[in-house]
């Protein structure tokens, strides 16, 4: 998966004129949300438990979440299902309010990950400082948060040409600024509305707003780093993707990583027993609601052919979904 960044329509392909504005907006992605918290807490701690607002933040970040591995990954970077029109519009906004980056930028990063998969050109590999305890280390460091800050910008016309020809998704990537705004000021507006003071919106604020952006951007960005370096390896793939079930429920299935580089366009990334995916799940609400169709699921044949040899007599109890 990809993670925070601070391209625009204006700024994305090589040869940006404004690297450190770009660097400036990311840092304020990346650590204005987790430092708000640093500098608030201490003199509300002994008011900030409150179970409206942690009711509301598990609420959005499961809306947010969800447009991230839903909306921004299965569905407009992989193709993995065809959704309406206004299943489409709302997985774009969900994953632009999780202070992602944009749509168009998100999708493309991703691609070019998939084109180069922990090779030189991948943006954010942990393998490009090689083994070792120092270069692993050096490795995660990157791969989870300091690639955002690399002057390496990823040409989105290049890798997302077919998200620049769908006008709904132009106009939901230019609103990524009024949209990344939005994320923040609806918490609060909503715990004003319900708690009826200033005070219970800024709870909420915290809850909804600021620890909720900043656990869904390390759990992605993990996606990056952890599923990249530990965890098991089933399926046979060209990178050194792994699955890491500590992850898989915050993460809505989305690190079980090894197969989804074994099969990227697959609507299922937990194939294999006792893998939860919850993103296929809701993408398989949203088939039998008849708002998405040509679902990709995997079937058995497919999941044997991609395991690694020594692992193809064991069995598989439970079929992948949608089969």
């Not at 840092?27 to 708000?36: D, F, I, Q, W």
């Amino acid at each position: 998966m990809s993670g925070t960044i601070s391209e625009t329509t204006a700024d994305r392909a090589p040869g940006n004129d404004a690297p450190w504005a770009g660097r400036i907006v990311t840092a304020l992605l990346v650590a204005g949300p987790p430092l708000a918290v640093a500098c608030v807490v201490p003199f509300i701690s002994s008011r900030l438990l409150n179970v409206n607002a942690i009711v509301i933040a598990l609420l959005v970040y499961l809306f947010t979440g969800f447009g991230i591995s839903v909306g921004f990954h299965r569905l407009l970077t992989h193709r993995s299902f065809k959704a309406n029109r206004a299943l489409k519009i709302v997985c774009a906004v969900a994953g632009s309010m999780a202070l992602q980056g944009s749509a168009i930028s998100w999708v493309a990063i991703h691609r070019r990950h998939h084109m180069f998969g922990d090779q030189p050109g991948d943006p954010h590999s942990p393998h490009r400082y090689g083994p070792g305890t120092v270069g692993i280390l050096k490795g995660f460091a990157w791969a989870h948060v300091g690639w955002l800050f690399a002057m390496d910008p990823t040409d989105t016309k290049h890798f997302a040409p077919d998200l620049h020809r769908d006008r709904d998704l132009v106009v939901i990537d230019r609103l990524f600024p009024v949209l990344a705004v939005a994320s923040l000021a609806l918490p609060f507006f909503i715990g004003w509305a319900m708690l009826g003071t200033l005070f219970g919106g800024l709870v909420v604020l915290i809850w909804a707003g600021f620890l909720r952006v900043t656990l869904l951007h390390h759990v992605t960005w993990s996606v990056n780093s952890v599923c990249h370096i530990w965890g098991q390896r089933p399926f046979a793939t060209h990178d050194r993707s792994t699955n890491v079930r500590a992850l898989s429920l915050v993460s809505f299935g989305e690190s079980w990583h090894n197969f989804h580089h074994a099969a990227p366009s697959s609507a299922r990334h937990g194939v294999l027993p006792h893998q939860h995916d919850l993103s296929a799940r809701l993408i398989s609400f949203f088939e039998r609601m008849g708002w998405a169709t040509k679902v990709r699921w995997p079937n058995l044949a497919q999941v044997f052919a991609l395991l690694q040899p020594a692992l193809v007599e064991e069995p598989i109890a439970s079929p992948p979904v949608g089969s």
